[in-house]
């Protein structure tokens, strides 16, 4: 992505010696039986934009509710900047928080609101309310400084809540499904200028999110969580690539997944037996044993269609269309095997054919062995 | 539901709610003392009403009366309706419901009754209060109000958006700071919703007043309902029309002032 | 647990517990006691004996009294009756109100709906006296009637049950029309359409769908009627007659009459349990199938 290349040297999370910013060991929360975050260890690292991800229950709204002090955990530890978070209320912390509902307070004008985190420091009213100005002109909303949120649009009450909870130069700042309430169009817009606000301040930023692009977009890491455990940290090429799990693998992007069994695992080839595809090649993976259980994803676009079989590859199946369906730059195909099996294709529309595969014609499908990914779990 | 049952239905119950009141108004600008028929246009009864200093001094009392109980009874209200929504679980806190709760279906008479035995057993043991009067009348409507506001302000409690509050305080405003900065002016027309109904709800009792008041101290309602127990008088009638003049002139000032608030917003 | 929380609590947990709950206590307690003429009224609960120990006087004689005169019986009955008849009169004159409010359009409903809430607003007791002047035998009515030759002689209207349920309705009318208009409001108008669409008449529509749907303002309706209808003191005692007996004003009797305080908190008692705990109770199981 351009303008947001990160040298090697500047993943501070692939060197084992680089100091975490924020810091969560054996972080669990309960509500009353129900254990909504259980036993998660993080690091997030000082200027990161690390993605929450996950459907809504999951628990990643707690956690970052306890990371703004509106919640305690009922184990574990939760550190900023090398402090401990377990004695310091919300308004002592060094965190702010820009909420779902942006919780803009109704009575206030825009720049009451931006200024009221700046008087509760004790700033003078007209240094506040300066600063509050400055803030506003980033966001380029300085003309509605004197309005009600009530008579601001969607998109300008998000950016006063951004600019509310930055006023104050936060060392982290949690943001709440900050795009959740914007029509897609407008969502996409802010997006990357969200990021290059974060750029430019260099604050850290913590997004709770269920939206997978959003986080794909965003994210300098994204953790998957489910059901209060956190499945996956990883960048966003990580996480797609090589997902860790069935559940991870699933719920970003589409992923075709296959259950079946280890058959040859030599140290120069491996041979797994689907169920679903039979005897498949792949490239050696250590620590498999022969008989073990396995799965196996590969993503749609992964996949190749051709009218006729293709030589270089063993792994090819032969198939009908099903469905076909076109979105501009890109057609989706369901593929049926003749043993009932249904692969899901996609193919990019970079290359207009002249003749495009399409219903009930007869093709084979094959992938590179290097886009088959092995899930033990 | 459709043809002419149905607006025959509502036109029947409108002339019922509203004949009552028509007649009453009527009838005090009737020159006769018999309320019933019709003597000819005179405002006389609103001349003797203006004598009566009975009348004029329990009105005055009941105002009082009203006044501090509605400020009272938003207090205690209140703080009752945020302890419930906002405090979680503390001790004693299934009791507060209940208290807070309670006064809306208890009978009047009980409750009259139980605080009259109270105070008197109070005077008793601790000598206050000392004979019964304003204060006792104050502290009874305060009790049976607060029940009111508390339940108006904890609807309104509950359908804010807490996040307001968690915003306040995550920028630095301590608790306190965040009830009279965010938390008041949010609730603050169900607040001046639940002291205009104390208000009402304390101008308008009788029975409990009736137990708790003393020699000297006695109410609008007192007052009326001794002169009405033994008949229809004209100077009531007079009297029902001057306070219906005065909900109609609030009404339409209270209209008025949402209409022009709602235009400002949308200008 | 600061000093400030504990301070927040603490007012209206302490003002309601000494204004609200401790009265009952007292209640209990004279309820046990004996009427005597002094002041006040009846006999302590301890007293000092001559060997200087503490003796606890109670006696259940006041209850017993309740028991064996009928009257008492009598009255807890037919307060319940004439509860019972005047929510079900509300119900009927409330229904086809709310339900046309709810459909009419904006402007009209507004209107409707403060014309409602509006008698509520002036003096209950007047409300209550302007019904005197309607129902007297040369009053409004019976003057109509005869003018118009209907009737020879004044129909008989006050100082009977009739006039009591007339009182009852007109004063918490709307009680019954608020919550059924805030019921039927949130009525999806689709739903009726989808009726009529499938076959059914519009009465049949309004029994099958729409009368269901509404039953749980119905019952906040009937629950805010029915309530303060039981233990009502003012509109027996205005609107009827000598032989109406309701709760409330054999309690008010009992008390500024015969100046009986141990017989008039035993009535309370026995009103508190048998007439207030099972509404509580009623209503606590409302609120929580309502949580879940």
């Not at chain 1, 269309?321 to 989706?332: A, N, P, T």
């Not at chain 2, 009737?30 to 009105?59: H, K």
Request: charged share 20%.
């Amino acid at each position: 992505m351009d303008g947001r290349v990160i040298a090697a040297e500047s993943k501070p999370w692939q060197n084992p010696s680089a100091q975490p910013f924020i810091s969560l060991r054996g972080v669990t929360k309960r509500f009353g039986n129900f254990t909504a975050v259980s036993e998660v260890d993080l690091d997030i690292y000082r200027s990161e934009l690390f993605c929450l991800l996950g459907e809504s229950g999951c628990g990643k709204s707690t956690l970052l509710r306890m990371l703004a002090g509106f919640e305690l955990p009922t184990t574990g530890s939760i550190r900023i900047d090398g402090e401990d978070m377990a004695r310091v209320p919300p308004d002592r912390r060094p965190t702010n928080m820009m909420f779902q509902s942006y919780a803009l307070f109704p009575h206030m004008t825009v720049e009451k609101n931006v200024a009221y985190g700046l008087l509760r420091e004790g700033l003078k009213k007209s240094q506040a309310y300066e600063r509050a100005r400055d803030m506003l002109r980033m966001v380029k909303l300085e003309k509605l400084a004197r309005r009600k949120p009530d008579q601001l649009s969607g998109g300008q009450r998000q950016r006063v809540a951004l600019a509310r909870s930055l006023v104050k130069h936060p060392k982290l700042l949690l943001l709440d499904e900050p795009l959740g309430a914007l029509d897609k169009k407008l969502r996409e817009e802010t997006q990357f200028e969200l990021i290059k606000i974060q750029e430019t301040l260099g604050v850290t930023f913590i997004v709770v999110t269920h939206d997978q692009d959003e986080a794909m977009t965003l994210a300098t890491r994204i953790g998957v969580m489910k059901d209060g455990v956190i499945e996956q940290i990883g960048e966003p090429r990580e996480i797609y690539e090589t997902p860790r799990s069935r559940f991870v693998a699933d719920f970003i992007g589409t992923v075709n997944l296959f259950g079946g069994k280890v058959d040859v695992a030599a140290p120069d080839m491996m041979r797994l037996d689907l169920h679903e595809l039979g005897p498949v090649l792949v490239p050696p993976q250590t620590g498999l044993t022969h008989g073990q259980t396995i799965w196996g994803a590969v993503r749609p676009e992964r996949f190749s269609l051709s009218r006729a079989r293709p030589e270089n590859t063993q792994n090819a199946w032969e198939g009908v269309v099903e469905e076909m369906g076109y979105i501009g730059h890109m057609s989706q195909y369901r593929i049926r095997l003749a043993n009932g099996v249904l692969i899901r294709v996609s193919q990019s529309n970079r290359l207009r054919d002249e003749d495009p595969i399409s219903w009930d014609e007869n093709v084979w499908v094959s992938f590179n062995p290097a886009a088959f990914r092995v899930l033990t779990e | 539901m459709r043809g002419w049952f149905l607006p025959l239905a509502v036109l029947f119950g409108f002339i019922f709610l509203y004949a009552p009141i028509v007649s009453l108004v009527v009838f005090s600008f009737n020159e006769s003392r018999l309320v019933t028929v019709w003597g000819g246009f005179s405002t006389r009864w609103y001349g003797e009403l203006l004598r009566d200093r009975q009348i004029l001094s329990s009105a005055w009392v009941s105002l009082q009366v009203a006044f501090w109980s509605a400020n009272l009874a938003v207090i205690v209200g209140t703080l009752g309706a945020f302890v419930l929504t906002r405090f979680g679980k503390f001790f004693g806190r299934l009791l507060l419901t209940g208290m807070i709760t309670a006064p809306l279906v208890m009978p009047e008479v009980i409750t009259g009754l139980s605080l009259l035995l109270l105070f008197v057993s109070m005077e008793l043991t601790l000598g206050w209060p000392a004979g019964r009067g304003l204060t006792t009348i104050i502290i009874a409507h305060t009790t049976f109000c607060a029940a009111f506001v508390a339940v108006i302000a904890q609807s309104r409690l509950r359908s804010m958006d807490e996040s307001l509050e968690e915003a306040a305080r995550d920028l630095g405003a301590g608790p306190v700071r965040v009830f009279f900065d965010v938390t008041l002016p949010v609730i603050a027309p169900a607040l001046v919703a639940g002291w205009l109904l104390a208000f009402t709800l304390s101008l308008d009792d009788l029975v409990i007043a009736s137990f708790v008041s003393g020699p000297g101290a006695s109410t609008l309602p007192m007052v009326i309902f001794s002169k009405v127990r033994l008949g229809v008088s004209p100077d009531v009638n007079a009297l029902a029309t001057i306070i219906i003049g005065f909900v109609l002139v609030a009404v339409i000032i209270a209209g008025w002032l949402m209409r022009r608030a709602a235009k400002r917003d949308i200008g | 647990m600061n000093w400030r929380r504990a301070l927040v609590i603490g007012i209206p947990m302490v003002w309601l517990g000494v204004f609200f709950l401790a009265p009952f206590f007292v209640l209990g307690r004279i309820s046990l006691a004996e009427a005597i003429i002094a002041r006040p009224p009846f006999t302590p609960l301890f007293e000092r004996a001559p060997d200087g120990t503490l003796e606890i006087i109670a006696s259940l004689e006041n209850y017993r009294f309740l028991i064996e005169d009928a009257l008492y019986r009598n009255a807890y009955l037919s307060s319940i009756r004439v509860a019972l008849v005047s929510t079900i009169f509300a119900l009927l004159i409330g229904y086809p109100i709310a339900y046309y409010i709810a459909r009419a359009p904006e402007p009209k409903r507004s209107i409707l709906l403060l014309m409602v809430i509006l008698p509520f607003w002036t003096s209950f007791l007047l409300r209550v006296y302007a019904w005197m002047g309607f129902l007297r035998s040369n009053g409004v009515i019976n003057n109509a009637l005869i003018s118009l030759g209907i009737i020879d002689a004044p129909l008989r209207m006050m100082q009977t049950d009739f006039a009591v349920y007339i009182g009852i309705v007109y004063t918490y009318l709307p009680f019954m029309i608020l919550p059924l208009y805030a019921n039927l409001t949130k009525l999806d108008g689709a739903l009726l359409e989808a009726a009529s669409d499938l076959g059914a008449s519009p009465m049949v529509t309004f029994f099958t769908i729409t009368l269901p749907l509404s039953l749980p303002g119905i019952v906040a309706g009937s629950m805010l009627v029915f309530i303060p209808a039981i233990g009502e003191y003012v509109i027996p005692a205005l609107l009827g007659g000598p032989d109406t007996l309701m709760i409330g004003r054999v309690l008010w009797d009992e008390f500024f009459s015969s100046r009986d305080w141990p017989v008039a908190s035993a009535v309370a008692i026995v009103m508190l349990f048998l007439v207030v705990a099972p509404i509580m109770w009623l209503q606590s199981i409302q609120n929580r199938r309502e949580i879940d």
